[in-house]
């Protein structure tokens, strides 16, 4: 089924709308959530929770990237559910490790005062990270966006992890010249 189709099954109110969209993106989500997670229950649990936000957001937005829509929200949601876990015990977890790398480039931390400067932000990052050339833009994507651990990301390129690290270091302060070239910083 098209993305369409689904996102009208949304508008419709039809529970077709959430299987629909579990046999097309689940297994996208799940992979999502799982990097970020790392533990199957929670990923399953942060997948079902998709559904939910996306069936009670949906009559307001109407998505134009349905996988983007559905990734986004399992990612925020699966980080969400690590920060509670970590509550606790902070810095533990690769979630936490790679979120903690990349908020140095980034002015204001994690809550940036208005939800303008996050977006200008957001979009400065955007701008940044599709100028990159590959694989430089294959790892920051796989680090910082899936949240991937740097032996997977090594693994799954077919570098070292040493290549992986360097190539991350490089980009994160590209990303901060960047940011104070553009007078985000």
């Known amino acids: 089924m098209e993305d369409k189709q689904i996102v009208d099954l949304y508008w419709q109110r039809s529970d077709l709308a959430i299987s629909e969209t579990n046999r097309k993106y689940g297994r996208y989500c799940h992979t999502i959530a799982y990097h970020?997670?790392?533990?199957?229950?929670?990923?399953?649990?942060?997948?079902?929770?998709?559904w939910l936000r996306a069936w009670n957001l949906m009559p307001d937005q109407r998505p134009t990237a349905l996988s983007a829509f559905?990734?986004?929200?399992?990612?925020?949601?699966?980080?969400?559910?690590?920060?509670?876990?970590?509550?606790?015990?902070?810095?533990?977890?690769?979630?936490?490790?790679?979120?903690?790398e990349l908020e140095a480039c980034i002015p204001g931390g994690k809550n940036p005062e208005l939800a303008l400067e996050e977006k200008e932000l957001a979009a400065t990052i955007g701008r940044f990270v599709s100028a990159l050339p590959q694989p430089a833009k294959a790892i920051f994507v796989l680090r910082y966006w899936y949240l991937a651990p740097?032996?997977?990301?090594?693994?799954?390129?077919?570098?070292?992890?040493?290549?992986?690290?360097?190539?991350?270091?490089?980009?994160?302060?590209?990303?901060?010249?960047?940011?104070?070239?553009?007078?985000?910083?």
């Open 70 to 100: 559905l990734g986004r929200i399992t990612r925020n949601l699966a980080i969400d559910r690590i920060k509670a876990k970590n509550r606790l015990k902070r810095g533990g977890g690769e979630a936490v490790l790679a979120l903690d």
């Open 36 to 50: 970020i997670c790392g533990a199957d229950e929670d990923a399953e649990e942060c997948v079902n929770d998709t």
């Open 150 to 185: 740097i032996d997977t990301i090594a693994e799954r390129l077919q570098f070292s992890r040493g290549k992986v690290k360097s190539s991350l270091f490089r980009t994160r302060g590209k990303l901060r010249d960047y940011l104070q070239e553009e007078g985000i910083c």
